[in-house]
């Protein structure tokens, strides 16, 4: 009550008396004193506490301001990238930075030699030439079987190839007798199917353009064929056939089959198409044509009727043929000059 008398506005001194102590109320005012004068000092009182209490709600407010209006737009900038269609590096997935960096370090060079090996494995077809058919007693088909090569090479600039090795491709002979159709016979023969293979191929197109050492190749090239000392087997063959009820002739087939004891040969001219799967594998296919040099084999028939010598006939064959396949290179040795600009 004390703090209170001390705060109040200092009153006249004829109302003093009518302040009590703590506890106690004013009772009486003084008549001198008007009822104005006590509503303004009320008034001043509520103005005081209302301007304080205005003053700390503002102090307590916590002003939050939306800077996301006030941010500036942003800024637009152009980047330019390489075109990805253009981009030969787009589909190499790096394992890391390092191989990367090999990787353009290696753009910046082109092979100027390579060595590999590499071994084939396809089909090959070839057939046999015969000269009299005895009015369809006999005839001669073209035979199909597996060959495969092993040949090591070198290569100059991507554009030039040079290879040779060993290849195991037979040269056929065949003779059909077809017996009516019912049951008809077949003899094959074949030489000692070693064969020595040199071809030269040259890419086409650029081959400094060449992406990961793809591209068509055309060879073309010579074999050397040992053709063996094996001599094969003689067939003799009889039949029966009715004039009339009261004639019958008899029928000698007779076959005798040679091997060349000399060496011959086989020329040939080829497509390749070759695909770089890295830096040190090649897959390729190839189709090829074979032209005999010289007869490998030789059969020489002789028909007789009642024992009388009729006709005769020969069947060659010297390799003259096709073949078709899969190469796997691996390439062991490359030296490398940097590219021209």
């Not at 990787?103 to 089909?123: A, I, R």
């Not at 003899?187 to 650029?206: A, C, D, E, L, T």
């Not at 006939?313 to 000059?337: H, M, N, P």
Request: net charge positive; charged share 20%; aromatic share 10%.
């Amino acid at each position: 009550m004390r703090k209170f008398r001390n705060w109040l506005p200092r009153l006249p001194k004829r109302i003093r008396p009518y302040v009590g102590n703590a506890g106690r109320r004013i009772r009486v005012l003084s008549d001198n004193y008007p009822l104005s004068n006590h509503c303004l000092i009320v008034k001043h009182l509520s103005l005081l506490f209302f301007l304080v209490g205005m003053r700390l709600s503002t102090l307590a407010q916590e002003v939050v301001i939306d800077t996301n209006y006030y941010a500036p737009p942003p800024v637009r900038r152009y980047v330019l990238t390489d075109d990805p269609d253009q981009n030969s590096d787009r589909r190499r997935p790096y394992k890391n930075q390092t191989e990367a960096r090999r990787h353009q370090l290696m753009d910046q060079f082109d092979e100027l030699q390579t060595w590999y090996v590499s071994g084939e494995g396809g089909f090959r077809n070839d057939g046999s030439t015969l000269s009299n058919s005895f009015n369809g007693l006999v005839s001669s088909t073209s035979l199909t079987k597996f060959s495969w090569s092993i040949v090591a090479g070198y290569t100059y600039r991507n554009a030039w190839a040079i290879e040779g090795g060993y290849a195991h491709a037979p040269i056929h002979l065949n003779i059909t007798v077809p017996n009516g159709g019912v049951n008809p016979l077949v003899f094959n023969y074949q030489n000692s199917g070693h064969g020595i293979p040199v071809r030269v191929k040259r890419r086409i197109g650029s081959g400094r353009k060449a992406a990961h050492g793809t591209g068509f190749w055309l060879s073309a090239g010579a074999w050397l064929i040992p053709n063996g000392n094996s001599q094969p087997d003689d067939f003799h063959l009889i039949g029966y056939s009715s004039r009339s009820r009261r004639t019958t002739d008899t029928l000698r087939l007779n076959g005798n089959t040679t091997i060349a004891n000399s060496i011959t040969g086989l020329a040939e001219a080829g497509i390749d198409y070759a695909v770089r799967l890295s830096t040190s594998v090649e897959l390729g296919i190839y189709i090829r044509k074979y032209w005999g040099l010289g007869n490998a084999l030789r059969s020489n028939l002789d028909y007789t009727i009642n024992n009388a010598s009729q006709q005769q006939s020969s069947v060659v064959a010297d390799g003259t043929g096709w073949s078709f396949g899969v190469a796997l290179r691996y390439i062991y040795g490359r030296q490398l000059a940097p590219k021209k600009p």
